[in-house]
């Protein structure tokens, strides 16, 4: 019975030892993700069940693209600086080019493009927590 509770404890302990690595992981302060313009660093958290339909407004989308111009990262529909902002709770689609790629840095721009006909958004149903921070490389 003893050798059984050393060998369960044993267990415990390294799954705890490996798991510890993915948690420490610390936030990218490098540029990662479009937002009004400006890059931000971010931290992912954790995935979010979907909105129940009155909540939806709870969450930004965060435009993701399949292809596009060296550089172009994710773009957020709000940031920190802008009251629409809820706090780095995200509905992801993915932006699909149709007309000739150009570097996107705001969701003004984004919605443009689609308006012309030049990017094709879609909704991949992914719903996740990942804050926005200060860019600082």
Known sequence: MKKTYWTMALVIVLLIVAAVPAFAAGPNFGSAIFADDQTW????????????????QSFDGLFKFETGVEGQLAVAEAAPTNPNYNGGRWAEYTVSWIGTPELVTSYAQLMDLEDAGMVSISATGNYFQCPLLPDKS
């Open 41 to 56: 660093g971010t931290k992912g958290t954790a995935d979010l069940p979907a909105p129940n339909g009155h909540n939806n």
